[in-house]
């Protein structure tokens, strides 16, 4: 089984930066592609960023390029995401969660953050 654990959410005024951590137990940690979503109020979950397993490549969402950077610890079985200049619209539940075969299997319950104008 594997868990994943967000941290590093807050309330952050606009223009201000944050960096989320999640932290990873269980089955090789290093097996799976990790990546960041978001869900704020009333909408639909959607993708931040995307991190390889190896850790040499990355993929964004357009509306947070040049904003945010997803990297990982494969030592310390661990994922962040940096995120600065934070707009109002940033805000929303984040969630890390961790692909083994395709499939993002594993998420974990996320972390808050409130962006304000």
């Known amino acids: 089984q594997v868990q994943l654990v967000e941290s590093g959410g807050g309330l952050v005024q606009a223009g201000g930066s944050l960096t989320l951590s999640c932290a990873v137990s269980g089955r090789s940690f290093n097996g799976y592609s990790m990546g960041w979503f978001r869900q704020a109020p009333g909408k639909e979950r959607e993708f931040v960023a995307r991190?390889?397993?190896?850790?040499?490549?990355?993929s964004y969402a357009d509306f947070v390029k040049g904003r945010f950077t997803i990297s990982r610890d494969n030592a310390e079985n661990m994922v962040y995401l940096q995120m600065k200049d934070l707009k109002p619209e940033d805000t929303a539940v984040y969630s890390c969660?961790?692909?083994?075969?395709?499939?993002?299997?594993?998420w974990g319950r996320g972390t808050q953050v409130t962006v304000s104008s």
């Open positions: 991190m390889s397993r190896s850790g040499t490549s990355a």
């Open positions: 969660a961790a692909d083994w075969s395709g499939t993002y299997s594993y």
